[in-house]
DNA sequence: TCACAATCGTTAGCTATGAAATGATAATAA
DNA sequence: TTATTATCATTTCATAGCTAACGATTGTGA
């Protein structure tokens, strides 16, 4: 008789700790003494990047995906909403990716006519994004319901909850420089 | 003369709460009562994504970038490393990502030689991913760096708040099924 | 003034990612 | 048994995202 195989991967309890068998395997595999393995961040990492990935889905899908927007073009959009008109150069750093991911965004909303672009006067390297009338009209329609789903996923803390993980990650980021 | 423009776009105080500019902003652009606006589920959903970004890029260019692995990638070996054999299906629950992304990763990670795929000897629909000899020497050389990458990440935090996010965030994983 | 360096954005070439469609196999119902 | 349905994985096609290389513009020092 064939026993079902049970495979023990990033699994954490209720605390939000790894699971024993986990910590063993690895302990196994690494051939290092467990107690160098630091397992609190093991669970602080793990943990963030699953919600991360897991509001970004939630979102593209039930949210975003009417007008055919992904996470990072929607929050670039937003980034103008909010600006009107920003170079591309802070819109990276606003989104936290690179300048060519930039480029290929705002020309994938050009596309849509959602924002345009155009060199800067002064400085004729730098070029500068502007969000259109149709642009603020999606977002109108968006927003609202964009952040519906974020009152969602977070209604799950209390609002004392939900600002003590805001100031944590914040401390977080604001230590490496995210 | 010019006056510097400054543009507020999700910017946090300390707290992590969103700074007042930005809320009256929002409040213009949609018209609609400051009040109906979660802020504390904003910054929580912010600054949790951005962290995630933050220590993706980080982990790719200073670990991974050694072997030409993604953060999903190394993610995926990581499990094949655990479980030494699993299903295409199981893979994708456990990385969160689509059976697509699956069968792209793990054909990249066969080019590489770290893994092979196998068709299922009961159910010939199912096709088993198994790391291979070179796949666990790249993971025992790896996965110490990575492991001391996550420390640092966490390491802004005292133990006691690491667990404190960890509890938090994993209730928002559990209650939104990511 | 002119050469060199710094800065900005885009292009090129690659992997990653998802939705939708396809193909293959297994399970179920008539 | 056969037809239908369900389940897996892959392919297709599009966008996203990176690094590295490039082209254009500006700044700087001799």
Chains 1, 2 share one sequence.
Not at 29 to 37: D, G, H, I
Not at 116 to 135: C, L, S
Request: aromatic share 6%.
């Amino acid at each position: 008789m064939k026993v079902k195989e049970v495979v023990t991967i990033h699994s954490f309890d209720e605390e939000g700790a790894l699971l024993p068998e986990e910590k063993e395997t690895i302990n196994r595999l690494t051939k290092l003494p467990m107690e160098s393995l630091d397992l609190d961040a093991i669970a602080v990492v793990t943990n963030v990047y699953r919600m991360a990935q897991g509001l970004k889905n939630k979102m593209e899908r039930e949210v975003l995906a009417d007008y055919g927007l992904s996470w990072t073009s929607f929050s670039m959009l937003y980034d103008l909403w909010i600006g009107d008109s920003i170079e591309t150069k802070k819109l990276a750093e606003l989104a936290g990716v690179t300048k060519p991911t930039v480029s290929n965004i705002t020309k994938t909303l050009e596309r849509k006519e959602l924002c345009y672009r155009k060199t800067g006067d002064r400085d004729r390297r730098a070029t500068y994004v502007t969000i259109t009338e149709k642009g603020r009209s999606v977002m109108e329609d968006l927003y609202p319901r964009f952040h519906q789903g974020e009152a969602e996923i977070a209604s799950g803390l209390s609002v004392a909850e939900q600002k003590q993980v805001s100031a944590l990650i914040r401390k977080v980021i604001k230590a490496n420089d995210f």
